[in-house]
């Protein structure tokens, strides 16, 4: 498309947003700045992948509807974070991740553990999926059946909106999930679909028969390959196979169509209207298809992002987004932007690399692989940042790049299957008390489930009454806990990880459940154990020695400037094997990290360390001390350094 052809769309999209504003109020004042700011972005976005003249002039009345839906408290919120871009960028950003039923059980529950999060000194919450899902197995809520209303046990849109205004009063910012790749096969568009509805058979894939899908198929992977092989699925209403990357009940949408991008931009305002401040985009990376290739990550995928954003950025600007986007490290700078897209697309995407790192520099006691492969990342745009964490409620995939490890000698394969060993605990003395999730048929690999604490091995150590086994366990993972932290950006701590809560066997009971091992890693909040370890009580168990640690943990960040998303972190290997050394190099204070994840105690002689004078803090403690000619680590001992 010509930039003729934009400008004169952007000329009739402007001339309709000024006849339906009024330039007296201000909150239209304000929409028609950010359309003069944002709309190139919208326009060049669509005109990448849609007619031009078809797509806006829908996006644009979308755009009018939702705006006049947008109340003035909202507005205020929009203002104040145009003046405060960074606000997710900053040091004091501590991100608690939590499904609602199993936090506490409800919206009325959430609401009455609000102090909770305040005193845990959480500012981003993220509520795993709430919208609607299909009745019975629905991929832990991702196979939505209606983005207009919640799960009925939850509570209503209406209290979401009142739950988002408690939250921002006590500075807590709400996310949701946005799962924008497919719907749940019930979700009314699917049954359109299946009554014979052609507008909406167009708003997935469908195919008569299996020439095309044999085609496609021939470069796709499989998502899960156990319980539910092959990318298509033989819908009989239909009588067509649809397109179905993950689960068969779950309906890949086709964004190819413009309708889809507009209506997915309503469901957007809608979603920020009810007062939600991030859209976590649900496996953002599989939206556009291309045949003979993988399906994943095609530049289009990066077109839409950036037209969706900037239409979030005019309509809402307190809207953030977060990309979910599980690629290596070549792959995942995309989806925050790069070269004319840079910093125009999500605003956060999880460090995925980092978290798979920390967890195989623990079991190798070894870092070099760590700092190849983080120093294969490129800078990210300096108005994004990483969401970084220990373990989410997925599985822990072993991505490992076979060339990573071959640079520091190791087998990509034989790391891989050692890595799932060990954290299924067949490698002796590991403790860990992982299961596996999928198995590739051809390698054998798998991927791992668990939560933190049983991965680390305090749940094991702690059964069989082995004291010194559970202290360096919880030392294990308080230092990987302080690695998520001190990296940069939100550090993401998964509900009950403040507790350290471990597996929890029952979805084995479930039907519903029991194939999918990712439930092991949803246990439900153990409020006595919570209650307790907030307070201080019973300080010699588990779980309040971890909220001690944690709580330190979370204190001495949020007070540490230096810790702005706004600069990178440097990962490198120590001399002495497992250590790690992370700097940051901000003008607000230099940051060196070290963290000994090796057998026994480590020496990091002074030259490691460039970025320190002779005497130094360690602010994890506030201990003051000279370094001389270096420092003796013990084992899982972290420390961050500043020169005094
Ligand atoms: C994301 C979610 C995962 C889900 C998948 C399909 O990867 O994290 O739980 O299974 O998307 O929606």
Redesign the pocket.
């Known amino acids: 498309m010509s930039v003729k052809a934009n400008e004169a769309a952007s000329k009739k999209a402007r001339a309709a947003l000024v006849k339906s504003l009024d330039p007296q109020n201000r909150g239209d004042s304000d929409l028609l700045d950010r359309f003069d700011r944002w709309g190139s972005d919208l326009i060049s976005g669509l005109a990448e992948v849609y007619d031009i003249q078809t797509a806006l002039p829908m996006v644009i009345d979308v755009l009018i509807a939702c705006h006049a839906n947008r109340d003035e408290s909202l507005r205020a919120r929009d203002r104040k974070r145009v003046l405060e871009p960074d606000w997710f960028q900053k040091a004091d950003t501590i991100g608690y991740v939590a499904y609602t039923d199993l936090f506490n059980k409800d919206l009325a529950g959430l609401q009455s553990r609000i102090d909770y999060l305040k005193k845990l000194k959480v500012t981003y919450l993220h509520l795993m999926p709430i919208l609607e899902p299909r009745p019975g197995a629905n ?2 809520g ?2 939505v059946m209606n983005y207009r209303a919640l799960r009925p046990d939850l509570g209503t849109m209406k209290q979401l909106r009142e739950v988002a205004d408690e939250l921002h009063d006590a500075g807590i910012s709400l996310t949701l999930d946005l ?1 924008l ?2 719907v749940a096969e019930e979700h009314e568009w699917a049954e359109k679909a299946r009554m014979g509805d052609k507008k909406y058979q167009e708003y997935f894939y469908t195919y008569p028969d299996r020439t095309v899908p044999d085609q496609y198929e021939k470069s796709l992977p499989e ?2 390959p156990d319980f539910a092989p092959g990318n298509f699925t033989y819908d009989k209403k239909l009588k067509a196979w649809v397109w179905t990357t ?2 068969s009940y ?1 309906w890949d949408v086709n964004w190819a169509n413009p309708a889809v991008f507009s209506e997915f931009a309503d469901i957007i305002g809608n979603l920020a209207n009810h007062g939600v401040d991030c859209l976590r985009l ?2 953002i990376a599989f939206i556009w298809k291309r045949m003979g290739t993988q399906c994943q990550g095609e530049p289009e995928v990066h077109a839409i992002t950036q037209a969706i954003r900037a239409f979030a950025r005019i309509l809402a600007p307190a809207l953030i987004f977060k990309a ?1 986007a ?1 690629v290596g490290p070549a792959q995942v700078g995309a989806y925050l932007g790069e070269g004319d897209r840079a910093g125009k697309l999500s605003d956060l995407a999880y460090h995925n690399s980092l978290m798979v790192q920390i967890w195989s520099s623990i079991a190798a006691k070894d870092a070099k692989l760590l700092e190849f492969t983080l120093s294969r990342f490129k800078a990210i745009p300096s108005n994004t940042a990483w969401g970084t964490y220990l373990r ?3 599985d822990i995939g072993w991505a490992i790049d076979d060339s990573d490890a071959h640079h520091v000698g190791l087998n990509g394969h034989e790391h891989r299957m050692f890595l799932a060993d060990y954290f299924t605990g067949k490698f002796w003395g590991s403790g860990s008390r992982g299961a596996d999730f999928q198995m590739d048929k051809a390698s054998g690999e798998r991927r791992t489930s668990g939560t933190a604490a049983s991965l680390t091995g305090i749940e094991q150590f702690l059964d069989d009454k082995n004291k010194p086994e559970v202290d360096k366990a919880i030392a294990r993972y308080l230092c990987a806990y302080t690695m998520v932290f001190g990296f940069g950006g939100i550090p993401l701590l998964y509900m009950g990880d403040e507790i350290g809560l471990f597996n929890d066997y029952d979805y084995l009971k479930d039907k519903a459940k029991a194939d999918d091992s ?1 439930w092991l890693n949803r246990p439900a909040m153990n409020w006595a154990h919570a209650d307790e370890a907030a307070a201080g009580k019973k300080p010699t168990s588990v779980h309040t020695r971890i909220r001690k640690g944690m709580q330190n943990l979370i204190d001495v960040r949020s007070r540490l400037a230096s810790l702005h998303a706004g600069v990178a972190t440097r990962a490198v290997a120590g001399r002495g094997q497992g250590v790690v050394i992370f700097e940051r190099l901000n003008p607000a204070g230099n940051l060196t990290q070290i963290y000994n994840l090796g057998e026994g105690v480590r020496w990091v002689g002074r030259e490691e360390l460039p970025n320190l004078n002779w005497k130094v803090v360690d602010h994890l403690t506030g201990n003051e001390f000279e370094l001389g000619e270096g420092i003796n680590m013990s084992q899982y001992q972290s420390l961050w350094l500043q020169s005094k």
């Open positions: 991929d832990g991702y196979a799962v790749n497919h998502v899960f993950f689960n779950q649900d496996a979910e599980i989410c409620h997925d990712r």
